[in-house]
């Protein structure tokens, strides 16, 4: 069963746009992360945010995570046509033994040029 | 490095045929993952592998068997492939409790 669940399902921007992606999900967790998937790939790791963290930065992606409201979103400032991919946030699961992650059925966002 | 690698990139199977998914890694990673991703549903676990010698069902494991056959390599099983089998299957290692490293995937078409 999903416990990430994006929003929206699908976004289109402009270059030079901010773009936002948000996750929410259901049961306590100890992490949460984004991970990118350009078509026809393998998905990359992009940040982590553990839960006693409110936000964090790396190059121009933002995170911000609010456990009371079991929820993060993903910023990613000035966009580029590269940036076009589908965005997954992911939380450990199991009781986050083992290292299994939850991923959500993602964002699919396109950049236009 | 060249980090999680799958073989094959892309398979046609006919209903009933068996065949093997291979996956392997050169970053020394303990646990292993097997996953598969339908359109429309993310990615599901299918069978994981927390250390050598190891292995428990994910999610969706009915339909196949996996084998940790030492540190680098896990493999997916399918026995009697069936239609519903046709997805994406892709493998990830990590070398902990958080970071995944993910393969190229596989494409696999079942008849």
């Known amino acids: 069963s999903q416990q990430g669940e994006e929003d929206p399902q699908a976004l289109s921007i402009q270059e030079g746009e901010n773009a936002t992606m948000n996750c929410s999900y259901k049961?306590?967790?100890?992490?949460l992360q984004w991970y990118r998937q350009n078509s026809g790939r393998g998905l990359v790791h992009l940040i982590l945010i553990r839960s006693n963290e409110r936000e964090k930065h790396s190059g121009r992606l933002r995170v911000t995570l609010d456990t009371s409201k079991k929820s993060s979103s993903l910023l990613i400032t000035a966009s580029r046509a590269a940036d076009t991919a589908s965005y997954f946030c992911a939380t450990d699961g199991y009781g986050g033994s083992q290292g299994n992650l939850i991923f959500g059925k993602g964002t699919k966002l396109s950049v236009k040029p | 490095n060249a980090g999680v690698t799958q073989t094959p990139k892309f398979q046609v199977l006919k209903t009933g045929q068996s065949m093997t998914l291979q996956c392997a890694q050169d970053m020394n990673h303990n646990s292993m993952y097997w996953y598969r991703q339908d359109p429309g549903m993310g990615l599901r676990l299918i069978y994981y592998s927390a250390s050598e010698g190891t292995t428990d069902k994910g999610e969706v494991p009915n339909g196949y068997n996996v084998s940790r056959l030492n540190k680098r390599e896990f493999s997916l099983r399918l026995e009697s492939a069936a239609p519903s089998q046709t997805s994406v299957y892709f493998c990830?290692?990590?070398?902990?409790?958080?970071?995944?490293?993910f393969g190229p995937g596989t494409r696999l078409l079942v008849l």
């Open positions: 049961t306590s967790i100890n992490n």
């Open positions: 990830a290692s990590s070398g902990g409790l958080e970071t995944q490293y």
